[in-house]
């Protein structure tokens, strides 16, 4: 062996002699806290750290909740009215630029409703027996049209009201056909009542003795191919179906008187109103 090797063998046990002396006195040593050795190696003395305070009782806490849910609510709630009234106005200048694209698409002239019907599409809808109607079907007394749906119309929000009266005066007029509708068929006004109007809607068209008779008729008496028979009164369901054909424009005469034709007619078919539109009937066309 080399004088290099005794060296570094020597060195080597030196090297873990000092380990395990140091080890050893990690092992045998007390333990000390964090804040003790954190203090005695800084020099200074570790003090108690001060004691908490005391929670607040319950009811102060849920009082504290209570009220910041409120606040919350009530900045949720103007958010959310802030949103609608923004929302209605951007519907508006959407449908004031699609209008205006349609009407320049058909040289000027706004496209017709599909349910603005005239005698000649009732011709054609004669011949195969259809009626096509479109109607208010809310049918709740305690609904209210919110200014800003007038404003979507296109019309200031203080003519909220005109149209809701005008709505539920139609509503009103075609709950009459179908409550007497209704009562002659479940025996008495009094349980038509309490049915109430879908549900005698869908009594009525159920019963129908002569559903293909009574489409028929409708479609001509609008198509002018016959006159509105005046012997007695119609069948529950030809009753039904004319009041529901007849309804725009009924409504739109009777919005006309505050706002004139052009924009009655424009308010009666807006889509803001929840109108219901249908087609029924609909048999092969004679050759």
Known sequence: MTRRD???AGAGAATATIAFVIIGAWRTSPPVSNSAATASAYGATATALPSAQPLEPDDQIWRNANANLVRQVKVYQERLEQNETEKATITHELKAAKAKLASAEHDGALPRNDFDLTQEDWKELAKTGTVKARYPCGFNRDWNMKPETAVAMGLAPTDAPAVEAAVKREESRIWQSVASSCAAIV???????????????????????????????VADVHAGNRPMPSSGPLDPYATV???????????????AQT?????????????????????????????
Do not use: H, W, Y
């Not at 009094?190 to 028929?216: F, P, Y």
């Not at 179906?241 to 919005?255: G, H, I, S, V, W």
């Open 6 to 8: 005794l060296f570094a």
């Open 187 to 217: 025996g008495g006004k009094e349980l038509a009542d309490r049915l109430g109007t879908n549900v005698c809607l869908q009594i009525v068209s159920q019963a129908a003795k002569d559903g293909e008779a009574d489409r028929q008729l």
């Open 241 to 255: 179906l004319m009041a529901e054909a007849d309804a725009m424009q009924t409504m739109t005469d009777d919005l």
């Open 259 to 287: 706002f004139g034709p052009e924009v009655a007619k424009r308010i009666a078919f807006s889509e803001e109103l929840g109108s219901c539109s249908g087609t029924t009937g609909g048999k092969a066309a004679p050759p």
